[in-house]
């Protein structure tokens, strides 16, 4: 009899405290195909890249404010090498790839227009001329500006930046999207 006793009153003390919850959490996770346009240095030997993404945002409960974290992947080819650079042979600089990894902090506006900041790094993979591996590691800064719905599309265009040990690389991109959200059904 104790035992029903100490159930039942377990089962009525979480049912009222669940009964206050009405969502679990703001979590979106979406995936996204990227398209940037390179500028600086890059764009001398880099064509526009192109790419995908991951991006987990968990909104901040009763704010509009909502930690990110991103990681992507892009592919710039190389153009074609001018003619008084190799003037026997018809050659183009080796493509690069970039991936990278940016924790950011999303505030939407009302009409789920939105601005987000990132900072984090790029891991760059390249060749040389000689095919030895030309990888290297830079400090990346973002900003975006974009349009989301939940769940639903998301559309957004960035500048962002990579600052290289010996080199700058920056970027203007577009990114559209799909974002799922994690959201809990009210509990009664």
Known sequence: MRKLILLTSILFTTTSVFSQITTLSDAELGFALDAAVPM?????????????????GMTIYSTRFAPTCTVGFLSFSGKEIPQDQTPFLKDTYKPVFFVPVKAGMRYTFPMGVYAEPQVGGTFSF????????NNA???TYAFNIGFQTLPGMDISARYEAVDFVNSTASLVGIRIGYHFTFRRQEIY
């Open 40 to 56: 600086s240095t890059l764009k001398t030997t880099q064509k526009t890249g192109l790419g995908g993404s991951a991006k987990f």
């Open 126 to 133: 390249s060749e040389d001329d000689m095919g030895n591996a």
């Open 137 to 139: 590691l830079g400090f």
